[in-house]
T-cell receptor, first 114, second 114 residues
Framework: ETGVTQSPTHLIKTRGQQVTLRCSSQ?????VSWYQQALGQGPQFIFQ???????GRGNFPPRFSGLQFPNYSSELNVNALELDDSALYLC?????????????FGQGTRLTVV | AQKVTQAQTEISVVEKEDVTLDCVYE???????LFWYKQPPSGELVFLIR??????QNEISGRYSWNFQKSTSSFNFTITASQVVDSAVYFC???????????FGSGTKLNVKP
């Protein structure tokens, strides 16, 4: 196990609703990144948080937003859910001590939008 | 343009066969990092290896080996004497200047049959 915990593991929402996904990073890790993985595809970078600030964003609309807390845990919020938001959402934690160390991923949250 | 291409969508082998998973990447940066991750059905991405652009030395770890060739922009992964437990989806990923912002390939699903 990586020590990265995501909740919930599964979620079903209706189109137009809002959802919050949570991630507890590995102890000592101060950087959290979020990825969206559609079925049969590779993960796509959503954004990254470092010291509670957004530090880079992928090609996702503003209705995807996030937070990082002082304990380095993080939330991903998605507003006005669309059917295409159905995916596995992965959180990755890493330590910004050396450049590009490996990132440790959680088990993901499977979001289904109906 | 795809930064990471994994042309093999799915590979099936019989246990004990050797198998090579291909990865071709594209970047203009001189400093970059390449990764391989394994994704079992549980969904969590498991780190396998990290290689920086200045280190072209091939690496072997048990039954796993990696062949990094900058001249062909390839970072191929070979499993020797495959086992059923190797069955998973394998992702190749590229990270450029942004810390741990990964570009993932579309993945190769490996089926190892007994």
């Amino acid at each position: 196990e990586t020590g990265v915990t995501q909740s919930p593991t599964h979620l079903i929402k209706t189109r137009g609703q809002q959802v919050t996904l949570r991630c507890s990073s590995q102890s000592g890790h101060n950087t959290v990144s979020w990825y969206q993985q559609a079925l049969g595809q590779g993960p796509q970078f959503i954004f990254q948080y470092y010291r509670e600030e957004e530090n880079g964003r992928g090609n996702f609309p503003p209705r995807f937003s996030g937070l990082q807390f002082p304990n380095y845990s993080s939330e991903l919020n998605v507003n006005a859910l669309e059917l295409d938001d159905s995916a596995l959402y992965l959180c990755a934690s890493s330590s910004r001590v050396t450049v590009n160390t490996e990132a440790f991923f959680g088990q993901g949250t499977r979001l289904t939008v109906v | 343009a795809q930064k990471v291409t994994q042309a093999q969508t799915e590979i099936s082998v019989v246990e004990k066969e050797d198998v090579t998973l291909d990865c071709v990447y594209e970047t203009r940066d001189t400093t970059y990092y390449l990764f391989w991750y394994k994704q079992p059905p549980s969904g969590e991405l498991v780190f396998l290896i990290r290689r920086n652009s200045f280190d072209e030395q091939n690496e072997i770890s048990g039954r796993y080996s990696w062949n990094f060739q900058k001249s062909t922009s390839s970072f191929n992964f070979t499993i020797t004497a495959s086992q059923v437990v190797d069955s998973a989806v394998y992702f190749c990923a590229l990270s450029e200047g942004d810390f741990n912002k990964f570009y993932f390939g579309s993945g190769t699903k490996l089926n190892v049959k007994p």
